[in-house]
């Protein structure tokens, strides 16, 4: 099976950069995902990584170690309305993904 | 542009009554099709998911069922509702790269 170990929660101030990290153990994997989802809202993609490294979509970043079973997401230039719940998903198999239980990220003026 | 539609938007239904969500995809030919479960702040479940019409993998065993009867249409049943069965129903479709996802609105279950 699959487990994947988040923090609860962050709190950063507006302007700054936060990491949110990303653990996992999986029988197979593919990849590591990441999805946002603000109050009330569905979940949105916001990127993936199969191989180790940076991936950077504008403000925002994902690394992956897949030697560790580590990622995390990197939000630079915090803004108020990057409040909201980040999860990481792995692909271990099967046409479909394993989520975390997701890091509420809070920001702060 | 595709499309997910999901109804409704929100439902409360008493202990032992049936249930059935309805998701809907447009834009988009033979999609994979899920049902998530998301329990108040926390994870997303993974129910049910299809990869063609008819086809049918469950992941947690429980009193719910899934259907795909067309190939864009995928529904949610259960015969009989229990409290723990309160939730946020997420639908989702994906092309062939699964790993990214694209949700549908979702619907507030209340059972009470």
């Known amino acids: 099976g699959q487990s994947l170990e988040q923090p609860s929660e962050v709190t950063a101030v507006e302007g700054a950069i936060v990491q949110i990290n990303c653990t996992y153990q999986?029988?197979?994997?593919?990849?590591l995902s990441w999805y946002q989802q603000h109050d009330g809202g569905a979940p949105t993609f916001l990127s993936y990584?199969?191989?180790?490294g940076l991936e950077e979509t504008g403000r925002f970043s994902s690394f992956l170690s897949r030697s560790d079973s580590y990622g995390y997401l990197l939000l630079q230039e915090l803004q108020m309305k990057d409040s909201a719940s980040y999860f990481c998903?792995?692909?271990?198999?099967?046409?479909?993904?394993?989520f975390g239980t997701g890091t509420q990220l809070k920001v702060e003026l | 542009s595709q499309t997910i539609h999901q109804w409704p938007a929100t439902l409360v239904q008493p202990v032992g009554s049936p249930l059935s969500l309805e998701c809907t995809v447009e834009?988009?030919?033979?999609?994979?099709l899920y049902w998530y479960r998301q329990a108040a702040g926390r994870g997303l479940q993974l129910l049910f998911y299809?990869?063609?019409?008819?086809?049918i993998s469950s992941e947690v065993p429980q009193n719910l069922s899934a259907s795909r009867p067309q190939d864009r249409q995928f529904i949610l049943s259960s015969k009989k509702l229990l409290l723990s069965d309160s939730g946020f129903y997420l639908c989702?479709?994906?092309?062939?790269?699964?790993?990214?996802?694209?949700f549908g609105p979702g619907t507030r279950l209340t059972v009470t």
């Open positions: 299809s990869v063609g019409i008819g086809q």
């Open positions: 834009g988009t030919s033979n999609p994979n």
């Open positions: 998903a792995v692909s271990g198999g099967g046409n479909k993904l394993t």
């Open positions: 990584n199969a191989l180790d």
């Open positions: 989702a479709w994906s092309g062939t790269q699964f790993r990214e996802q694209y």
């Open positions: 999986t029988s197979g994997f593919y990849g």
